[in-house]
């Protein structure tokens, strides 16, 4: 290759996005947990629903808000504040 020619790369494709859908690392942060964090809980088989398309993996926005509702905790009303 000729001095000051640089090897081209092949251009870097745009992920589209799925509708209703959002990628791993944005799903993460409206969950206020990292992204090792969902990895783990997929190894573990807990944490919310997902779709794999190809090596991406996605978060749907209306399983994440039933997960949400599943894992709520209600207080509990002690005895003694009757």
Do not use: C, D, F
């Amino acid at each position: 290759m000729p001095e000051g020619q640089h090897k081209r790369r092949a251009p870097r494709l745009k992920r589209k996005r799925i509708p209703g859908y959002v990628p791993e690392a944005e799903a993460a942060a409206e969950l206020n947990v990292s992204v090792r964090t969902l990895r783990k809980w997929r190894r573990q088989g807990v944490g919310p629903p997902y779709v794999k398309v190809g090596r991406q993996v996605h978060y749907s926005v209306e399983s994440r808000g039933a997960w949400l509702r599943e894992i709520e905790t209600r207080p509990v009303r002690s005895e003694r504040a009757l």
